[in-house]
């Protein structure tokens, strides 16, 4: 790349030597011929030179008569002085103007190349944007394909992933796009919680509407309803929330529904009731969600009732939360709930499903 940028400031440079050379032509008929008379010519020409570069300026149009002064002065010299101080003169001059366009020259292929550096860099950085964006969709595309085949293959094995990369025509190291296990159900949880703050933000004059609680409810209510589809094999999808190494990012995901659920009811708090709230909206959640995998009744109407329930006694235990010492314990219970519970499930009683 940088031999075509100085290949290409070189060319640059000889089209303006050109002007400059037909302007040095009357300091060379000043000064006589022969090697003064060159050496005489040389020197106007490089002097022309350093001043076209340094004011920008072309011979041929000068509006301060560079060219035609930088002749006349060299031809004035040589009159005066003769040929061979003349061209003492010219050599000295000429030496000095060849460094500084030599330097002039270097200067400007360096800035050529930087630039070009530069959009490269700019290049690759929209490149790997674009790289993500691509990613992500095709990442997109691949869970929404994986989650027709989980009620049948489960979450665990990799064995709905691929699935999903077979019908698509996908190789199978397509697969790997949706991580491990617990990845592929964190997957869908965050999925869920995006659809759930679309829903709401569509809703959101309707809940305006609503009492608090009934707010909460609708945006609890609507988040577990994303589960029915799959609440066969929820048991399974809890247990690999559970694992040590998915833990974090699992509460991290709980938090995020607690917090949009409360965005969309109206709450504006920025005390430390802003975290209590969360806090006890996430071990609303998990109650729920526990109580709902064990719920045979028809539409889970004692899912709705727990709800209800859990629903009210956590905005009771919301009031008494005032002093740290209370938070503290609500936030360690609600974390507790989550994984607590969850990890209940291991050994009670389970929904059945189909067979593995």
Not at 31 to 46: F, H, I, K, V
Not at 209 to 219: A, K, T, V, Y
Request: net charge negative.
């Amino acid at each position: 790349m940088l031999r075509v940028l100085l290949r290409a400031t070189r060319q640059q440079s000889l089209d303006r030597l050109l002007p400059v050379a037909a302007a040095a032509l009357p300091a060379a008929a000043a000064a006589g011929s022969g090697g003064a008379a060159r050496q005489c010519a040389a020197a106007a020409w490089q002097q022309q030179l350093v001043r076209q570069s340094q004011t920008g300026a072309t011979p041929g149009n000068d509006p301060e008569g560079l060219g035609s002064g930088a002749a006349g002065a060299a031809g004035s010299s040589a009159t005066a002085g003769g040929h061979e101080q003349a061209a003492a003169a010219a050599h000295q001059a000429g030496q000095q103007a060849h460094e500084q366009q030599h330097h002039a020259f270097d200067q400007h292929a360096y800035d050529q190349y930087a630039y070009a550096d530069e959009t490269d860099e700019q290049q690759q950085h929209y490149q790997r944007a674009e790289d993500d964006v691509e990613f992500q969709r095709q990442r997109q595309q691949l869970l929404a394909a994986a989650l027709k085949h989980v009620p049948l293959l489960g979450w665990s094995g990799g064995a709905a992933a691929a699935a999903a990369a077979a019908e698509l025509g996908l190789s199978p190291a397509a697969a790997g796009m949706l991580g491990s296990d617990a990845q592929l159900v964190q997957l869908f949880v965050q999925d869920c919680n995006r659809r759930l703050e679309v829903q709401l933000g569509e809703r959101q004059a309707q809940l305006e509407q609503l009492e608090l609680r009934e707010r909460l409810r609708e945006g609890l209510q609507a988040r577990l309803q994303m589960l029915e589809p799959y609440m066969a094999r929820w048991p399974q999808a809890l247990s690999l929330l559970a694992q040590p190494a998915a833990a974090p990012r699992t509460l991290a995901l709980y938090a995020e529904l607690a917090d949009a659920v409360w965005h969309a009811s109206g709450d504006t708090s920025t005390d430390l009731s802003w975290y209590t709230k969360r806090a006890l909206l996430v071990g609303v959640y998990s109650a729920t969600e526990l109580y709902m995998v064990n719920d045979c009744s028809p539409g889970y109407a004692d899912t709705w009732a727990a709800l209800d329930r859990r629903l009210g006694e956590a905005l009771e235990l919301g009031k008494a939360t005032q002093d740290a010492s209370t938070f503290a314990d609500a936030l360690g219970g609600a974390a507790g709930a989550v994984l607590g519970q969850i990890g209940s499930l291991l050994g009670g009683g389970r929904r059945p499903g189909p067979p593995l």
